[in-house]
């Protein structure tokens, strides 16, 4: 019988098992925390997956030959060690669910990346990220979008263009201001805002019909708008 998934995670491996080679009818592949520091040249040749999670091991770059799998819709890269992606990242077209990024050494991301224009959620948190590009406004599919934990100190003008995103989490980033394109995100409901160093918030939140949750605790030098209880009103929960 022609196996679709394989779960290998917390096997302790340092390298996958090259029984696996011939599983070209792989759909999922799970090696989750393990010690992989490099992942073998004929993972890329699996041209059936969908789902593949690297998670949790000791990898120090990706190969660019990782756009072959042009099937995959889920991808987990988390808790790695990665300082950068390969430009091929953005060749994946079927790349629509998923995107994990979090806890690695990335200090910026490809500009190929922000052609994923189907992907639903990208997490990216706990990183050295230093600014997000006006091509960010390419991932007009995007639902969910975390960045919480790097060193951001602006959003850009073009963050307003992401108007099917629903949560934004910027939580424990160095930003002072947020622009006013960010009130064109008619469909969000979840903004995080903790622990960064606003000083002020721009009148077009109140054009956020489905703002349901603004947290803005942690921000000690924010000038609270007088609008805020008008926010309030419209029945979103603010956190100060």
């Known amino acids: 019988m022609e196996t679709h998934a394989l779960d290998l995670a917390g096997q302790g491996l340092s ?4 029984s696996a080679r011939g599983l ?3 759909r999922e592949l799970n090696v989750y925390r393990n010690r992989l520091t490099t992942v073998p040249d004929w993972l890329w ?5 969908r789902v593949l999670i690297l998670a ?5 770059q990706l190969s660019p030959r ?8 889920t991808l987990d890269l988390g808790h790695n ?7 091929e990242i953005g060749e994946l077209p079927n790349l629509t669910e998923y995107l994990y990024l979090s806890d690695n050494r990335l200090t910026s991301l490809p500009e190929s990346l922000f052609r994923l224009d189907r992907l639903r959620y990208l997490g990216a948190t706990d990183n050295a990220l230093t600014d997000l590009p006006e091509a960010v406004s390419g991932l007009t599919a995007l639902r969910e979008l975390r960045l919480y934990h790097n060193r951001l100190t602006a959003l850009p003008e073009s963050i ?4 099917a995103l629903r949560e934004l989490h910027l939580r424990g980033n160095r930003i002072a201001r947020l622009p006013d394109t960010i009130g064109k995100l008619t469909d969000l409901r979840m903004l995080d805002l903790r622990d960064n160093g606003l000083r002020e918030l721009p009148a077009s939140l109140l054009g956020l019909p489905r703002l349901a949750k603004l947290d803005l605790r942690w921000n000690r030098d924010l000038r609270e708008p007088g609008w805020l209880p008008e926010l309030e009103a419209n029945d979103c929960v603010v956190l100060r």
């Open 56 to 60: 949790d091991n000791e990898l120090t």
């Open 66 to 73: 990782i756009s072959r799998l042009s099937r995959v819709h």
């Open 160 to 163: 307003g263009e992401l108007t």
């Open 81 to 87: 060690a990665l300082t950068s992606l390969p430009d």
């Open 45 to 49: 040749d699996l041209r059936e997956l």
């Open 24 to 26: 070209t009818g792989l």
């Open 15 to 18: 390298r996958l098992p090259d």
